[in-house]
């Protein structure tokens, strides 16, 4: 495996000294996904432009975008076909003017040699939160914090950084940044200020977000559809930011924005069975973003239902961050957990208030649906949440009102994944 990330950084180097693409890179502990999505969305009616097609963040799957190579190799074998064809590839690719890229940090080194491999023209730093993801590798919150940093501080001194105004963490970077600085978000300080979020509703079903962003004396009003969260609106305003540093007319990216679509499972609105709402996040889960989604089910009109599943990779950190979710989680109407560390969840949720009636406990996913359907009634708002691994999504599947639509609407829904039991 040595072998091949060698050989794939070298093909990634060759790539970029061969067609010099702009390169803009994305890390935070939430959001990496829906901002890369929302900027190619902006930037592509413009530019070629080549982002992940799926969640490839680290050694293996950088190169991989950079190289436009989407891989399906199962076997050693598989790899050693793919790798001979590379070369041809590069020669008779015509290559792209921006590449948009996801660094994840796993591990201390990620980020470090993700922009040594690949340095930004552009950096975006989405959010870290009190309660980081992916932690189980890193002494301390600090340390996670310090290497997301290095791609602030890697980011082309010509170049730009677009920082999350409201993440008091991701603020202090900009003291380390060498290239021109930008705030975005709801904080008064920021260059492009985020204003009047509004929920938009159609016949009592929620169809998405509307808001206004400041800049330069200018009020412009975006509409996202599909959306319900801050997050979502994060990532639409740091796409906004992007499009008018690439010179792009301020009414093209608001329609532009307009075609913006959530990836599967990242709070995707969805209609459910009985009438009822479903808030689809079953993608993954990382404490900040759970806690976010929560207060998302919690503005909404309706009865509050979370069914909320383990959240992994979190170290440490594990235990304080499923009763942090549970504190917060005391608030909705009905409770269902999935998981051995969603007993600390229904625990906690029960220690803060809730009736310990109003609280129900599954081993797996796929045990939920039978006592949830029971239950669900016209106008009920339904959250769904958990790691990869908890299949969160059989829950949605269950209880959606098309099912037939799984494939178009669900995550994780190719043969490899349906196949897992």
């Not at 950079?66 to 041809?88: D, E, V």
């Not at 008018?244 to 609105?269: A, C, D, S, T, W």
């Not at 689809?280 to 989604?293: K, R, T, W």
Request: with cysteine; charged share 25%; hydrophobic share 45%.
């Amino acid at each position: 495996m040595n072998l091949l990330i060698k050989i794939l950084a070298v093909l990634s180097r060759i790539y970029c000294w061969r067609y010099d693409p702009k390169i803009i890179a994305i890390t935070g502990n939430i959001g990496k996904t829906s901002t890369k999505d929302a900027i190619v969305t902006v930037l592509s009616s413009r530019f070629r432009v080549r982002g992940p097609e799926k969640n490839y963040n680290n050694e293996i799957g950088v190169p991989l975008t950079i190289l436009g190579w989407h891989n399906s190799a199962k076997n050693i074998f598989g790899w050693f076909i793919q790798l001979l064809r590379l070369p041809l590839s590069l020669m008779l690719d015509s290559g792209v003017d921006i590449l948009v890229l996801e660094m994840g940090a796993d591990h201390p080194g990620d980020i470090d040699y993700l922009t040594k491999l690949a340095r930004p023209d552009i950096g975006v730093l989405t959010a870290i939160g009190d309660l980081p993801v992916h932690a189980e590798f890193f002494a301390s919150t600090d340390e996670l914090v310090r290497e997301k940093s290095l791609l602030v501080q890697r980011t082309d001194p010509l170049g730009h950084v677009f920082l999350n105004a409201d993440d008091p963490k991701v603020c202090s970077m900009s003291a380390l940044a060498k290239a021109a600085v930008h705030l975005v978000g709801e904080a008064a300080g920021a260059e492009f200020k985020v204003e009047n979020i509004e929920l938009r509703a159609h016949n009592n079903f929620p169809e998405g977000l509307s808001y206004k962003i400041r800049y330069r004396g200018l009020q412009i009003p975006i509409r996202l559809y599909g959306s319900l969260s801050r997050p979502q609106v994060l990532a639409s305003a740091f796409a906004f930011a992007i499009g008018v540093i690439f010179r792009l007319n301020p009414i093209e990216i608001v329609e532009r924005l307009k075609k913006y679509q959530l990836p599967p499972g990242r709070l995707k609105i969805i209609k459910g069975q009985n009438d009822s709402v479903i808030l689809d996040d079953s993608y993954n889960a990382a404490p900040q973003a759970v806690l976010s989604a929560l207060e998302t089910l919690l503005s909404l009109p309706g009865r509050h239902i979370a069914v909320l599943g383990d959240m992994k990779e979190l170290g440490a950190m594990s235990d304080m961050a499923h009763r942090r979710v549970g504190e917060k989680a005391k608030d909705c109407d009905l409770l269902f957990c999935v998981g051995a560390n969603a007993r600390i969840i229904a625990a906690a949720a029960v220690k803060n208030g809730l009736a310990e009636d109003r609280v129900f406990y599954f081993n797996a996913s796929s045990e939920v649906s039978p006592a949830l359907l029971s239950l669900l009634e016209a106008q009920d708002v339904v959250l769904v949440k958990g790691a990869q691994s908890m299949r969160m999504e059989r829950v949605v599947k269950a209880i959606m009102a098309e099912p037939e639509r799984a494939s178009e609407l669900l995550p994780r829904q190719n043969p490899e994944w349906l196949r897992i039991p």
